[in-house]
């Protein structure tokens, strides 16, 4: 049986990461945040992610002390910028963050978009960040396979997590094999191709078949291929759906959804990003 909040990814430092958690880009206004933080945390959620691009942190923050739950009870996920990477900012800016959540920790940060320049200095922020305590886990995201062989070159201990864009369009098996190879979890950011994928014929026959809806399918698919799941959903109706998973796909299903695969981003290619430095120009002031 399915249930959200027990059902957890074993990290290779030991630690636990909830399978299901709620994303919160363009989360920006407060009412939104406090409604869908709860809605979701009814709902079973219990890992919350943000980032500092999103700049929603504070406002994170306060929706999950209104909860009024102990800290323990949820699972925040941060994520350092591009412009703050670099030793020393990427200490101070996750001071920073911290303060903004108001808590002394976050369960796992992550270096958000791989850069040339700051590459092994940021990572060895993070490796710092976690011996204080200040991050219990600590990973990347949009990392790519070769990035990640890189690091290795050079890192004492190496990401327990790699968040990354995929969704059916985006099957992303050889990359997900790779990081389930080297013991990294591998999260979903946009696992519903930012509701592109819900509109596929195939998918939307096995959501009748089973009563359920695409995004329910998908995320169902996600799981069953061992892969950690953060939908996005302004829409209480729709949060509480995307947590109800207690179904199964079969192997024939599984397979169908595998080759749906059209390399299809809806974000950035990682690699581009980290060869031309393009991310800056995405960088909103
Ligand atoms: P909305 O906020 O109106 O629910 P992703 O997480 O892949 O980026 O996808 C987010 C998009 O998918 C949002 O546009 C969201 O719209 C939509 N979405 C999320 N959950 C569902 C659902 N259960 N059914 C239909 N659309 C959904």
């Known amino acids: 049986m399915f249930e959200p909040a027990k059902t957890t990814y074993q990290l290779n430092d030991g630690n636990q990461m909830p399978v299901l958690g709620f994303g919160t880009y363009q989360l920006t206004k407060p009412a939104l945040m406090n409604q869908s933080i709860k809605a979701a945390y009814e709902s079973g959620y219990r890992l919350f992610d943000t980032a500092q691009y999103y ?20 699972f925040i996920v941060d994520k350092v910028t591009e412009m703050n990477q670099g030793h020393d900012l990427t200490i101070d800016s996750t001071n920073f963050s911290l303060q903004q ?35 219990r886990s600590i990973g990347v995201s949009n990392f790519t396979r070769s990035q990640l062989e890189l690091l290795k070159t050079q890192a004492d201990e190496m990401p327990v997590v790699n968040q990354i864009e995929t969704h059916p369009y985006l099957n992303q098996a050889p990359l ?38 695409p995004a329910q399918i998908v995320l169902r698919w ?3 291929r061992g892969v950690a799941v953060i939908p996005k959903s302004q829409m209480p109706a729709r949060i509480a759906q995307n947590a109800d998973l207690n179904f199964e796909l079969s192997d024939d299903e599984m397979s169908m959804l595998d080759v749906m695969n059209r390399n299809q981003r809806t974000g950035n290619e990682p ?15």
Do not use: C
């Open 55 to 74: 700049r929603n942190e504070k406002m994170l923050g306060d929706a999950i002390r209104n909860l009024g739950v102990p800290r323990q009870d949820v």
């Open 222 to 224: 996600d799981i069953q």
């Open 101 to 135: 959540l108001g808590t002394d920790y976050v369960d796992l940060l992550l270096v958000h978009w791989p850069i040339a320049d700051k590459f092994f200095e940021t990572w060895e922020a993070f490796e710092e960040l976690k011996k204080q305590g200040k991050a």
């Open 271 to 285: 690699e581009l990003v980290y060869e031309l430095g393009k991310q800056y120009k995405q960088f909103k002031k």
């Open 176 to 213: 997900i094999k790779f990081d389930k190879d080297q013991s990294i979890v591998t999260q979903a950011w946009s696992p519903l191709g930012r509701g592109l994928v819900l509109d596929n014929p195939m998918i939307q026959k096995m959501a009748a078949h089973h009563e359920k809806s």
